[in-house]
């Protein structure tokens, strides 16, 4: 994923926002990245290498550095910078008066992870797609249903545990078994993700993060992946 660079004394002070259980600290820095002429986008992606910098953290079982309680304050002031950052985000998008398709997403069964998710939905709808949020711990049968009934043009799954990410695969291969496959495109992202997996499972394209999974959107519906 591309990835920014990002000075030690910065992630020091992404840190201190992420890890803010007052949920304070966060509309400051956005703030102040904003008045110094970053983007929304930047922003978040440097806030992404903050929740790296935790999960990392957290994952180190012999150093553990960060624990639970990091995940879900850092999870809840993302998403404050998320509500913050959007009008902005929204304001940074090409204003598309064309309506560009119909894209269904949700984080499947069993995660709860949500931010990759919205921040992939808030781009693509800034950008002239309409969504439809299923939120998270989507089964198969909700994304079936919905297919059946919303009729989207594309299909978009998030998951960030190795241990949820093969639900992907029992979600295309439910689209098969209701004859719905051929009828809608479908894209997966999210950190537990590869092009490799993606393509092992069948989906139609792979993104490595919001913006390439716009690209990768605009391309399904041009018949492009
Ligand atoms: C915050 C966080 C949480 C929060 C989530 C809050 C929330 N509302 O989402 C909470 C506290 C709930 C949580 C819980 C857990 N977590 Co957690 N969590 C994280 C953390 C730190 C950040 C995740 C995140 O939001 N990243 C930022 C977003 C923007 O990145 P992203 O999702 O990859 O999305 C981008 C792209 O991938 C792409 N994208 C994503 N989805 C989609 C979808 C489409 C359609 C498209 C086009 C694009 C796209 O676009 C996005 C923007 O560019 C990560 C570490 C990390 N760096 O990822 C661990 C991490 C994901 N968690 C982890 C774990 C283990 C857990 C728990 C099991 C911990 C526990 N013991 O309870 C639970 C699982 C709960 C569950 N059943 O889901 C592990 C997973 C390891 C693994 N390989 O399985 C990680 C990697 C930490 C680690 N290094 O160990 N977590």
Redo the contacts with the bound molecule.
Sequence with gaps: ?FKIPILMSELKLVLEALLDFKGEKIRDFCERKLGEGTSAYEI??E??RG??????G??NKEFRRYF?S???V???N??RAIEILKPELEKEARKETKRRGK?L?G?VK????????T???I??QSNGFEIIDLG??VDKATFVNKVRELKPDIV?????????VPYMGEVIKALEAEGLRNRVKV???????SKEFAERIGADAY????????K??ISLMEGKE
């Design positions: 994923m978040l992606q806030l992404n929740l790296d910098e935790i999960g990392k957290y994952e639970e990091d995940l879900i850092s999870g809840a993302m998403r894209v997403i984080t069993g995660d709860v992870h949500d931010i990759g998710k921040i992939a939905g781009v693509l998270t711990d978009g799954m998030s998951a960030l545990l190795s241990s949820t894209i997966v992202g999210g950190r537990a993700v993104a490595e993060d919001a913006i390439d999974g716009l990768k959107c």
